[in-house]
């Protein structure tokens, strides 16, 4: 994607590209892309008047009486559908939703993170991110879905990495998308695998995770596979995460805020701060960053994914990690959240990790001291004298903390924020009531 494209090189690209249909692409409020096709005579009027559509059938949008709602295409976002590449080409573009009074619609997730980095840049920042999407591929046994993962490799395996060729067709995907891949290797567990794309603003890397997922799913799909960005689909083994890498770039100093030399962990005042912020709200934003029933099975002790509110520049068992700075390499400074994966929204994640930062940093906060011990090898009392906490066990209680959560309702808005909490605990409910495979085997025999 180019930055720098405006309606009229889209509109001379779309000619070029000898493309015959757009898709509209938006996301509800559970980061799902949702599409719009309309036939390439119909773009100029889109870029120009934006495209009507009913929002009452999508997810945490408005009511039925309120359906009417407008997409307006980001002329940045353009590019050609690599898998669709035929002689009827077809093309995208990631649209922001209006209402009929031509206001942004309060629950668009992408407004809602563009809302929150224009309060990053009233107070002197910019926010750039880098997520490292996790997932599985797995075999489809008969046409059915089955955790059947596609390989046995391991961590950066290659003699047993039968993925290496899809991974190569997802990498090229991502590159006629304007998006550049930085590195792609098998992970821990057997199907599992990582591809990463380049560290950018975070409206940017949200439109690209996003784009990440619909791409990996219909190249998958191509192969006779099935990808999966499911947290912890089999027991027992590594579930997937996407760790974010922030920072914050000072706008009038033109350099990365999070630096200071004369730390021993080379970081700011300003980067503390923010990671404090965030240590002391992730609770409340848990029921985003892990919005699954199946989230909480992944975050456990023992499978590498961050279950203790800490942080640390070595440990990898801390929330927050700080990659070491080489020296000279200061605009690399960076603080790595470890707790979200790859079933969040992440316009959502990181509008709400950048307020709960921002948050820290217009309080002054301080962070605890950071852990470098295996925290996994505590105790609960030497975790209590260190004071240092747990992300909730299950769905159910950070839906509790969530509720409560003034940052959380002022970042997603009301409108937002009580459909995003209305559909997480119907989904609760529903778990809370169904009878699982594991009672059925321990129980109906004994009881």
């Given at each position: 994607m180019t930055a720098t494209l405006t309606k009229e090189d889209v509109l001379r690209r779309v000619t070029e590209d000898n493309v015959k249909f757009i898709n509209l692409q938006f996301t509800d409020i559970h980061g799902m892309v949702?599409?719009?096709?309309?036939?390439?005579?119909?773009?100029?009027?889109?870029?120009?008047?934006?495209?009507?559509?009913?929002?009452?059938?999508?997810?945490?949008?408005?009511?039925?009486?309120?359906?009417?709602?407008?997409?307006?295409?980001?002329?940045?976002?353009?590019?050609?559908?690599?898998?669709?590449?035929?002689?009827?080409?077809?093309?995208?573009?990631?649209?922001?939703i209006y209402m009929p009074d031509g206001k942004p619609f309060e629950g668009d997730p992408r407004y809602i993170l563009k809302r929150a980095l224009a309060k990053?840049?009233?107070?002197?920042?910019?926010?750039?991110?880098?997520?490292?999407?996790?997932?599985?591929?797995?075999?489809?046994?008969?046409?059915?879905?089955?955790?059947?993962?596609?390989?046995?490799?391991?961590?950066f395996d290659?003699?047993?990495?039968?993925?290496?060729e899809v991974r190569q067709e997802m990498m090229m995907a991502l590159e006629k998308f304007g998006i550049e891949v930085e590195a792609s290797h098998h992970e821990v567990a057997a199907g599992q695998h990582e591809i990463d794309f380049k560290y950018d603003d975070a409206l940017r890397t949200a439109d690209n995770a996003v784009t990440l997922k619909a791409t990996f799913k219909a190249i998958a799909q191509r192969h006779g596979l099935h990808i999966t960005f499911m947290p912890k689909p089999i027991a027992g083994v590594n579930g997937s995460g996407m760790h974010v890498h922030q920072s914050l770039w000072?706008?009038?100093?033109?350099?990365?805020?999070?630096?200071?030399?004369?730390?021993?962990?080379r970081l700011s005042s300003v980067a503390k701060s923010?990671?404090?912020?965030?240590?002391?709200h992730i609770k409340e934003i848990a029921a985003v960053t892990n919005p699954l029933v199946n989230s909480y099975k992944r975050l456990v002790p023992g499978y590498e994914a961050s279950t203790y509110i800490c942080w640390a520049q070595r440990n990898r068992t801390a929330?927050?990690?700080?990659?070491?700075?080489?020296?000279?390499?200061?605009?690399?400074?960076?603080?790595?959240?470890?707790?979200?994966?790859?079933?969040?929204?992440?316009?959502?994640?990181?509008?709400?990790?950048?307020?709960?930062?921002?948050?820290?940093?217009?309080?002054?906060?301080?962070?605890?001291?950071?852990?470098?011990?295996?925290?996994?090898?505590?105790?609960?009392?030497?975790?209590?004298?260190?004071?240092?906490?747990?992300?909730?066990?299950?769905?159910?209680?950070?839906?509790?903390?969530?509720?409560?959560?003034?940052?959380?309702?002022?970042?997603?808005?009301?409108?937002?924020?009580?459909?995003?909490?209305?559909?997480?605990?119907?989904?609760?409910?529903?778990?809370?009531?169904?009878?699982?495979?594991?009672?059925?085997?321990?129980?109906?025999?004994?009881?």
């Open positions: 949702k599409n719009v096709t309309i036939p390439v005579g119909q773009l100029e009027k889109s870029l120009t008047q934006g495209t009507w559509f009913d929002g009452s059938s999508i997810e945490g949008f408005t009511r039925i009486q309120e359906s009417d709602q407008l997409l307006r295409p980001d002329p940045s976002t353009y590019a050609v559908i690599p898998w669709m590449d035929s002689e009827e080409r077809s093309a995208r573009l990631i649209c922001d990053a840049k009233s107070m002197g920042y910019k926010y750039y991110t880098g997520p490292e999407l996790e997932f599985f591929l797995f075999r489809k046994d008969n046409g059915h879905v089955e955790p059947l993962p596609h390989d046995r490799g391991s961590y290659l003699s047993l990495d039968n993925a290496y000072d706008i009038k100093e033109d350099r990365n805020a999070f630096y200071d030399a004369k730390d021993p962990y923010f990671i404090a912020g965030q240590l002391s929330l927050i990690r700080i990659p070491k700075i080489i020296e000279g390499k200061g605009n690399a400074a960076r603080a790595e959240i470890r707790c979200p994966d790859p079933a969040s929204n992440p316009y959502l994640v990181f509008a709400l990790l950048l307020e709960a930062g921002l948050k820290g940093i217009r309080e002054s906060a301080i962070p605890p001291e950071p852990a470098e011990e295996d925290v996994f090898e505590y105790t609960d009392e030497m975790l209590r004298k260190k004071g240092i906490d747990y992300l909730p066990y299950s769905l159910w209680q950070a839906i509790e903390k969530m509720s409560a959560s003034e940052l959380a309702k002022q970042t997603l808005g009301e409108h937002t924020f009580g459909r995003y909490l209305a559909a997480k605990t119907q989904e609760w409910d529903a778990f809370r009531v169904s009878v699982t495979d594991w009672e059925k085997e321990r129980y109906l025999e004994l009881y």
